[in-house]
C-alpha cells in the first residue's frame, strides 16, 4: 500500500462552520504534512508532524488546527476561515529522518463561502 | 522572495524528442533536489532526486543534472510521450532543515503526439 488517502475530496463551507480535512497512510511513514496549494502556485508547507510531534507550524493563523491521532492519521480541523483560505489542501507522508520522497495525497479542494 | 525558481511555466514538445525542464535556485544551503510530476485533480508524484554530492542522477528515460556553481539544475525526458504530460514541480530541501522542501511555481509540460 503505497497510498496517501485524504477525505473528503471536496468541501464547501461557510465562515461560520467547523469542518475537518483528514489524511491516512499504511506505510509505516513516520512524518506527515500538511500543503496548502492556490492555483497556479507551488504548495505551500503548513504544518509538519515528526512521530506524532507537531515539529513545524509555518506561522499557519490559528483557525486551522492540526491534529495527529496516531501514526497513521493526520487531521486538519477548520473553523472560521476566510474566502481567502480557499485552495487544494495537500497531505503527504515521508519515512522520517532527513527529508527524502514526499508521497503526497490527491487534496481535498476546499471552497470558503 | 522565491528561493526556487521554473521561468518557463510551460514547455511544448513532439512525441519522441527530448523535453529539458530548468529549475534555479539561490539558497546555497540546499543540498537535495527533487522532481515531482503533477496531473490534474492528482497530487504531485515523486519522479527523481539529486543530492548535491552528485552532478547527475539517471532513471530511465528521466535524467536530472546539477550545476552547483550556477545553482541550476535540469530533468531530461528522453524519448517524450503524451503520458508525460502534467505540471511538473523542483524542489529543494536543506540538511538540517527538518523536512522543508521548498517548490518551484511549476512547468506545465505538453507533449505533442
Known amino acids: 500500500d503505497t497510498e496517501v488517502t485524504q477525505t473528503p475530496k471536496h468541501l464547501v463551507m461557510g465562515m461560520t462552520n467547523k469542518k475537518s480535512l483528514k489524511c491516512e497512510q499504511h506505510m509505516g511513514h513516520r512524518a506527515m504534512y500538511w500543503y496548502k496549494q492556490k492555483a497556479k502556485k507551488p504548495p505551500e508547507l503548513m504544518f509538519v508532524?515528526?512521530?506524532?510531534?507537531?515539529?513545524i507550524n509555518e506561522s499557519v493563523p490559528s483557525r486551522f488546527s492540526p491534529e495527529c491521532p496516531n501514526s497513521s492519521l493526520l487531521n486538519l480541523h477548520l473553523h472560521a476561515l476566510q474566502p481567502e483560505d480557499s485552495a487544494l489542501y495537500l497531505c503527504?507522508?515521508?519515512?522520517?529522518?532527513?527529508?527524502?520522497?514526499?508521497?503526497f495525497g490527491e487534496g481535498s479542494r476546499l471552497t470558503v463561502l | 522572495d522565491q528561493q526556487v525558481k521554473q521561468n518557463s511555466p510551460s514547455l511544448s514538445v513532439q512525441e519522441g524528442r527530448i523535453s529539458i525542464l530548468n529549475c534555479d535556485y539561490t539558497n546555497s544551503m540546499f543540498d537535495y533536489f527533487l522532481w515531482y510530476k503533477k496531473y490534474p485533480a492528482e497530487g504531485p508524484t515523486f519522479l527523481i532526486s539529486?543530492?548535491?554530492?552528485?552532478d547527475k542522477n539517471e532513471d530511465g528515460r528521466f535524467t536530472v543534472f546539477l550545476n552547483k556553481s550556477a545553482k541550476h539544475l535540469s530533468l531530461h525526458i528522453v524519448p517524450s510521450q503524451p503520458g508525460d504530460s502534467a505540471v511538473y514541480f523542483c524542489?529543494?530541501?536543506?540538511?538540517?532543515?527538518?523536512?522543508?522542501?521548498?517548490f518551484g511555481s511549476g512547468t506545465q509540460l505538453t507533449v505533442l503526439p
Open positions: 503527504a507522508s515521508s519515512r522520517g529522518g532527513s527529508v527524502g520522497e514526499l508521497f
Open positions: 524542489a529543494a530541501s536543506a540538511t538540517g532543515s527538518a523536512r522543508q522542501l521548498t
Open positions: 539529486i543530492s548535491s554530492i552528485k
Open positions: 508532524y515528526s512521530y506524532e510531534k507537531l515539529s
